[in-house]
T-cell receptor, first 108, second 117 residues
Framework: AQRVTQPEKLLSVFKGAPVELKCNYSYSGSPELFWYVQYSRQRLQLLLRHISRESIKGFTADLNKGETSFHLKKPFAQEEDSAMYYCALARAGNMLTFGGGTRLMVKP | DTEVTQTPKHLVMGMTNKKSLKCEQHMGHRAMYWYKQKAKKPPELMFVYSYEKLSINESVPSRFSPECPNSSLLNLHLHALQPEDSALYLC????????????????FGQGTRLTVV
């Protein structure tokens, strides 16, 4: 069975500080992992996916199969990054299993 | 148009009522999904439609009845719900995944906040 774990419910950092949101997964197949973000009063939207290895809004995430992790990182947090972040694993196409979510608060 | 539109935004219903949630997209996506999100919890998959046919039912109780009348519309019919069914119901759509899912970004609607009294 697949499982996605985000150990931190809340992460609070100051503006300009580095950010790392942790995500670990368990999945017997070849994983496809995503980060989704939900800004206040907005819909859930894709932030980035491991397969495209892109950087969006300064965020990056590297899939580490040895550690079964897909941590989200940004070197310098901005106030507008404050949001709810979900790590998600796609199984059999695009059926998503979400982690519990981490609320990121960036303080001025 | 890259939006998934859900109506209504809010719904309060009694346990004996019958109501329907609606979802619409015009992105040409042939995969559509219903997710349920309880307060302070992540979304959980309920149903998947692929090419207007139900392909996945995640052991959802029969008081939830999905319907996909055409490639742009997805409904969720509700009957005899319980208070514990109160949640945010999210609709999503994507291209049908083939092989690696690089092109299957899921687009989510704003959700319908359902309260069962």
């Amino acid at each position: 069975a697949q499982r996605v774990t985000q150990p931190e419910k809340l992460l609070s950092v100051f503006k300009g500080a580095p950010v790392e949101l942790k995500c670990n997964y368990s999945y017997s197949g070849s994983p496809e992992l995503f980060w989704y973000v939900q800004y206040s009063r907005q819909r859930l939207q894709l932030l980035l996916r491991h397969i495209s290895r892109e950087s969006i809004k300064g965020f990056t995430a590297d899939l580490n199969k040895g550690e079964t992790s897909f941590h989200l990182k940004k070197p310098f947090a901005q106030e507008e990054d404050s949001a709810m972040y979900y790590c998600a694993l796609a199984r059999a196409g695009n059926m998503l299993t979400f982690g519990g979510g981490t609320r990121l608060m960036v303080k001025p | 148009d890259t939006e998934v539109t859900q109506t209504p935004k809010h719904l309060v219903m009694g346990m004996t009522n019958k109501k329907s949630l609606k979802c619409e997209q015009h992105m040409g996506h042939r995969a559509m999904y219903w997710y349920k999100q309880k307060a302070k919890k992540p979304p959980e998959l309920m149903f998947v439609y692929s090419y207007e046919k139900l392909s996945i039912n995640e052991s959802v109780p029969s008081r939830f009845s999905p319907e996909c009348p055409n490639s742009s519309l997805l409904n969720l019919h509700l009957h005899a719900l319980q208070p514990e069914d109160s949640a945010l119901y999210l609709c999503a759509s994507s291209q049908v995944a083939r092989g690696r899912s690089k092109d299957t970004e899921a687009f989510f609607g704003q959700g319908t906040r359902l309260t069962v009294v």
